[in-house]
């Protein structure tokens, strides 16, 4: 049952939270002379806001008060930063349903993973507030009985973040956890698709302490701001969730200034599925790494390979679970896949299929737009695939499962490598060698083995290759906002 049943912009219990006002030094700003940027449902491009189209003056004074901010921010002591982490973790937790509400209105995914998305990254900022009191530094025995070397850990200073449209809530919790934690101030501009998420964390930050100017919300043209993040001296890192063109263009665009970089960037995850493998739990990790936020996460299983011996029996429990999905509006229940962001993913989307069937491809479960209209597409199970289609090359970010078969273990890891990315792999196999041997052999910064979902603040996620660089999450996750200062003591 597909539903195209429509509702207005949704009731929360406090609608505070849904303001259409950017964030700025403490200060709530609307827009200048009449300069906004729409925002829309996707799921019947109905207008939801209009938000301040800022210039890169405003963008400027963000900056001045991120760095003013930023000094007494960092002079507090850890655990203070960590009780003001702890209450914006709790706020969030506690106005979760209305959190998920506003991103899904804005981004479309349905309403429980909305809420996933919003409880798991939250936890982001429980954890890093922890971390914030285990930044520890060395003593180190000197060169001389009359040395000692010390190491300290201070935080960057200002942080410019860059976030995208398929995780509107968390990918901004994923952030400015370890950066306050670390006593930096964060600057952030969301994707223009979805910023009322983050006007709604701004919101719960400000109830929480987070004192003015250490974490400001600005929304506007792209370019401009990412050129003053890039170019501002004020500035110290650039953290960025995006794809792999932008992230290379920031690299560029920072390198004048030496600005420290964290990027997550695009993917194209091989699932491996063994001879040896649990068949029913290698669909549900199939389903859950493929058709989570309708194929739109950096994690996806882009290439699903499989061994000849089980490639009829896995195919046809797949095709069982597809055929299950729902297509409707997010807040309505029953629905687990929503609309693509815009026209953009639709056509990637028929432009994979297309290219894989003329290439010899066979569609064995949808492979066209839904019935539904607008940006819904059918969630797609393609056979026949080979290594030179675009789909096996690019990654799809839409709701595609192509499955490719091989023979054995070589062959299947020299296909899973042959990509420029490496970000997240799977395989599922339980022979303990195999284990082994397929997890130091796969290129990706993050390898699930019999499981589909990867993310969770304790582990570090990243990726290797064009996946970008630095890790989020785990203690390795704070490393990325601090710096070490070598301290040599001598005389003594
Ligand atoms: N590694 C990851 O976690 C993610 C990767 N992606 C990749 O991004 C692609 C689609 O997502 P999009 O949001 O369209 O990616 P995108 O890279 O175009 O946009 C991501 C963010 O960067 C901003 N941006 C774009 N150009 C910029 C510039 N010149 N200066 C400053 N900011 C700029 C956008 O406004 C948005 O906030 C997909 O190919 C996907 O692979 C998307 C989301 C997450
Ligand atoms: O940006 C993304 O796609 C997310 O990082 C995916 S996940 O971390 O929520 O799995």
């Known amino acids: 049952m597909d539903d195209r049943s429509t509702q207005p912009v949704p009731a929360l219990k406090d609608r505070s939270l849904l303001t259409d006002k950017a964030y700025v030094a403490g200060r709530w700003l609307g827009a200048v002379d009449d300069r906004t940027i729409t925002v829309t449902d996707p799921f019947d491009g109905s207008v939801i806001a209009r938000v301040p189209d800022l210039g890169v003056e405003v963008v400027r004074q963000a900056i001045d008060a991120a760095a003013l901010a930023q000094a007494e921010w960092a002079r507090r002591s850890a655990k203070e930063r960590a009780a003001v982490l702890r209450r914006w973790y ?3 937790v506690e106005n979760a349903e209305d959190l998920a509400q506003i991103l899904t209105a804005e981004q479309g995914k349905p309403l429980g993973e909305a809420k996933g998305e919003i409880l798991s990254n939250a936890a982001y900022l429980e954890w890093f507030g922890e971390e914030a009191k285990r930044i520890d530094g060395d003593i180190i025995p000197g060169p001389n009985r009359n040395q000692r070397i010390m190491v300290l850990k201070q935080p960057v200073g200002v942080c410019a973040a860059i976030t995208p449209w398929n995780f509107p809530n968390g990918m901004i919790t994923r952030k400015a956890g370890p950066a306050l934690a670390a ?6 501009k969301p994707a223009a698709q979805t910023p009322l998420s983050a006007f709604a964390l701004a919101v719960l930050a400000e109830r929480a302490g987070v004192p003015a100017g250490v974490f400001s919300v600005i929304t506007g043209e792209a370019r401009p701001i990412g050129m003053e993040f890039c170019h501002n001296p004020k500035v110290a890192k650039i953290t960025f969730t995006g794809s792999t063109g932008v992230g290379r263009w920031l690299m560029k665009e920072a390198a004048d200034g030496i600005k420290r970089l964290s990027l997550e960037l695009g993917g194209n995850a091989p699932f491996i599925v063994f001879d040896d493998a649990d068949i029913d739990a290698a669909v549900e990790g199939a389903m859950i790494s493929k058709f989570r936020n309708a194929g739109q996460t950096c994690v996806c299983a882009n290439r699903i390979y499989v061994q000849e011996t089980v490639a009829e029996a896995f195919t046809a429990r797949l095709l069982e679970k597809v055929s299950a999905i729902t297509l409707g509006r997010g807040t309505q229940a029953g ?17 994979h299929v297309s290219d894989a069937l003329a290439k010899g491809g066979r569609i064995l479960a949808g492979g066209k737009r839904s019935a539904l209209g607008g940006t819904f597409f059918e ?10 289609m675009k789909v096996a090359k690019e990654e799809t970010f839409a709701p595609l499962a192509p499955i490719i078969t091989f023979r054995d273990e070589d062959e299947v890891i020299a296909m899973a490598n042959d990509s420029e990315f490496g970000l997240a792999s799977y395989f599922y196999a339980r022979d303990l060698g195999r284990v082994w041997r397929v997890a130091e052999a796969l290129e990706a910064g993050m390898v699930g083995v019999n499981t589909g979902m990867l993310a969770n603040e304790m582990a570090p996620f990243g990726g290797v290759k064009q996946s970008g660089m630095g890790r989020e999450g785990s203690s390795y996750g704070i490393e990325g906002f601090l710096e070490l200062k070598y301290v040599a003591v001598a005389g003594i």
């Open 335 to 351: 629905v687990s896949q929503g609309p693509l962001i815009d026209d953009r993913a639709v056509a990637k989307m028929e432009e």
């Open 90 to 92: 709790e706020l969030i």
């Open 183 to 188: 006593g930096c101030s964060m600057i952030l």
């Open 379 to 388: 969630p797609t199970v393609m056979s026949g695939i080979t290594q030179d």
